[in-house]
């Protein structure tokens, strides 16, 4: 059963310098013919596959740029049909029970990604309507110098006017994207943008470091010598957000990744538990069973495709057994609840990671140390 549903909106109004996901600008009338293609594809989805949604994802680009009329069209099918979230991780063991979602009284989650500046009354009310309970706002600074060396189109008073629209509409639960390790920012800089965040009292907060990733202009900055990474400072910026954040009530229940107990993002869970999900749209990956696939990352083609009756789905990958508990093994040693022990077969491999003070293995469980979570990354490597 898919429990996890993505769907792509590739639309943005201005890409921005580090970006490398598949996103453009288009007029109103492209965003008529994604709608249509989208509501196709979830049309077809639907016969192919046995579907108790649970989490519905909806993430770009930027989702929040269709009007609302075009959301309430392309939403109006989508239906999560569980009446309760059921991960099994949740009611098996005890490390997990914090994660039991206590404090909300709707225990079904959709998320939207929210652009600060694109947010109107009328297309707040049209997310309600359509039964979004959960926005992920693309903060990502609260520092008018950063917001403007990413090409951000908006300003830090946007972030709080966006978030009190928000709440007059009734979201309540709210995640706030933020990046460090930015050109040019500074460990005071970067306090002040969470401390800044703090006050619009979400309840969750994404903090990622900058990665300069190929083919982006920042990418290029970086190899000419323009910008430069400082290793030592980011991870000063690390822990300086698990202080800020820890002491305002935030658990780290991944490494990048701060909730309220019971506001942990269950669709991210889903995708770190290695459950199978389904993307639709431009360039979305699926994980279902053995097999993965990622549809063609070209909007027009998309359409086209989906029009004459054709398959989008390309770079269809087999994937067995080990792979996919070589990846639970990567994503899990990132979350706070850890990975099941059983899951490493290569013995040496994890007594090399405790013995370098890395991970620590307590009930059946491995997670990183905090030593081990400043080099989360290089650590996933070892298990690709
Ligand atoms: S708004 Fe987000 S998705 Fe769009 S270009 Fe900027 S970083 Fe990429």
């Keep these: 059963m898919i429990r996890h549903l993505y769907v792509h909106t590739?639309?943005?109004?201005?890409?921005?310098?580090?970006?490398?996901?598949?996103?453009?600008?288009?007029?109103?009338?492209?965003?008529?013919?994604?709608?249509?293609?989208?509501?196709?594809?979830?049309?077809?989805?639907?016969?192919?596959?046995?579907?108790?949604?649970?989490?519905?994802?909806?993430?770009?680009?930027?989702?929040?740029?269709?009007?609302?009329?075009?959301?309430?069209?392309?939403?109006?099918?989508?239906?999560?049909?569980s009446k309760q979230v059921r991960h099994p991780e949740l009611v098996e063991g005890s490390v997990q029970s914090a994660f039991v979602p206590e404090n909300r009284t709707d225990p079904h989650?959709?998320?939207?990604?929210?652009?600060?500046?694109?947010?109107?009354?009328?297309?707040?009310?049209?997310?309600?309507?359509?039964?979004?309970?959960?926005?992920?706002?693309?903060?990502?600074?609260?520092?008018?110098?950063?917001?403007?060396?990413?090409?951000?189109?908006?300003?830090?008073?946007?972030?709080?006017?966006?978030?009190?629209?928000?709440?007059?509409?009734?979201?309540?639960n709210i995640n706030i994207d933020l990046m460090f390790a930015l050109p040019g920012q500074n460990e005071e800089t970067w306090e002040k943008t969470l401390q800044a965040a703090l006050t619009c009292q979400p309840n969750h907060i994404s903090a990622y470091g900058l990665t300069y990733e190929e083919d982006t202009p920042f990418f290029e900055k970086l190899s000419k010598g323009e910008y430069r990474q400082d290793e030592a400072r980011e991870i000063v910026m690390f822990e300086r957000t698990r202080d800020v954040l820890g002491a305002a009530g935030l658990v780290d229940y991944e490494v990048s990744n701060f909730a309220r107990p019971g506001f942990e993002s269950q669709h991210n869970l889903g995708y770190w538990r290695g459950e199978d999900y389904l993307g639709l749209g431009p360039s979305a990956c699926s994980t279902i069973g053995a097999l993965r696939w990622k549809n063609v990352p070209d909007t027009r083609a998309y359409a086209e495709r989906i029009a004459k009756g054709e398959s989008v789905r390309e770079e269809l990958e087999e994937i067995d057994s080990a792979i996919r508990i070589r990846e639970r093994i990567m994503f899990g040693l990132r979350m706070r609840e850890g990975v099941a022990s059983a899951l490493f077969s290569d013995e040496v491999q994890l007594r090399k990671l405790e013995t370098d003070g890395l991970a620590l293995e307590e009930n059946g469980r491995v997670r990183l140390t905090l030593r081990g979570q400043l080099v989360a990354d290089s650590i996933a490597e070892m298990f690709v």
């Excluded at 639309?11 to 970006?19: D, L, V």
């Excluded at 288009?26 to 709608?35: C, D, H, P, S, T």
């Excluded at 309600?128 to 990413?150: H, P, T, W, Y």
């Design 10 to 81: 590739p639309f943005c109004a201005k890409i921005c310098p580090y970006c490398a996901f598949y996103v453009h600008q288009g007029g109103v009338a492209q965003q008529r013919e994604f709608v249509a293609a989208l509501r196709e594809e979830w049309q077809r989805a639907k016969e192919e596959f046995p579907l108790t949604l649970e989490t519905i994802y909806f993430g770009g680009g930027t989702p929040s740029i269709l009007s609302a009329e075009l959301f309430t069209e392309l939403t109006q099918e989508l239906k999560i049909s």
């Design 109 to 172: 989650e959709f998320t939207l990604e929210v652009n600060p500046a694109t947010v109107t009354d009328e297309k707040a009310a049209a997310w309600r309507a359509a039964g979004v309970n959960r926005i992920s706002l693309g903060a990502q600074s609260f520092d008018a110098e950063m917001l403007k060396i990413l090409g951000r189109q908006h300003a830090p008073r946007d972030i709080a006017e966006t978030c009190a629209l928000l709440r007059r509409h009734g979201f309540e």
